[in-house]
């Protein structure tokens, strides 16, 4: 979980899929965070995407970094823990100024029943499962 933390981070930028009924919806995102041992996302409950997640929890992450591209499948979990909430915000503190923990807007999600796979045109595919 960790290398998969590391390179999200180093990406930045990610592109989040979800489903809206059949519909595939995709979009930029860049929020990730570990806490006490589970891989994190951030949203606006009053988005699109997050209704989408709330609907059908089945994702699917895509980043690359030049070389080596990542597509990560998985189950986004709501945590409405305050705390990891806040961990959030003290990671992304630009986020501050569009939400605050208890605004009842915010959300986080940790993905579990994840699969990563890292791939590039050099190497053998490696797989992750966290
Ligand atoms: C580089 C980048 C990173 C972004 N990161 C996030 C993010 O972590 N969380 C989020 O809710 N929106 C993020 N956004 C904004 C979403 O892409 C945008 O709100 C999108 O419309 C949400 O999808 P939806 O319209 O299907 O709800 C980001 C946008 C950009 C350009």
Redesign the pocket.
């Known amino acids: 979980m960790n290398e998969v933390y590391e390179f999200l981070n180093k990406c ?2 990610y592109y989040l899929a ?1 489903m809206d009924g059949n519909e595939p ?1 995709v ?5 990730v965070a570990l806490y006490k041992g589970k891989l994190y ?4 409950k009053s ?4 209704k ?1 997640m709330m609907s059908n929890p089945r994702v699917e992450i895509c980043a690359f970094d030049g070389d080596t591209w990542l597509r990560l499948a998985a189950t986004a979990v709501n945590d409405d823990d305050i705390k990891a909430k806040e961990f959030m915000f003290e990671k992304y503190p630009m986020l501050k100024s569009m939400y605050k923990a208890d605004d009842g807007n915010t959300q986080v999600l940790y993905l579990t029943d994840a699969v990563a796979v890292f791939n590039s045109f050099s190497k053998p595919p490696k797989t992750i499962k966290f």
């Open positions: 930045e930028t979800t919806k979009r930029p995102f860049g929020t996302i951030q949203t606006g988005k699109s995407v997050s989408q």
